[in-house]
């Protein structure tokens, strides 16, 4: 699921024409675990103020929630 959402979510926000980037952790430990949330808000922060938006209003999450559904409606096998 967590996966799908992950799909879902870049792809509503690539469809909107906004960057989309992943970063990966090898180990969830408490400091670079706290590293990363400031540096994903810090971002999120400068990233809508150069472009304009409100980063904070969840821009594209009922196209996400679309994508989602229709990713679990189909049959896997």
């Known amino acids: ?6 799909q879902a979510t870049r792809g509503a926000l690539q469809a909107a024409g906004r960057p ?17 949330y400031y540096s994903w808000c ?3 922060a ?9 980063p904070f209003d ?3 999450v009922e196209d996400t929630k679309k994508a989602i559904r ?3 409606s189909k049959p896997r096998g």
């Open 1 to 6: 699921l967590l996966e799908i959402e992950l």
């Open 20 to 36: 989309t980037g992943l970063w990966t952790l090898r180990a969830l430990e408490e400091s670079p675990l706290g590293e990363l």
């Open 42 to 44: 810090l971002l999120t």
């Open 46 to 54: 400068l990233t809508g103020y150069f472009l304009k938006v409100n």
């Open 58 to 60: 969840q821009p594209g």
């Open 70 to 72: 229709l990713t679990l």
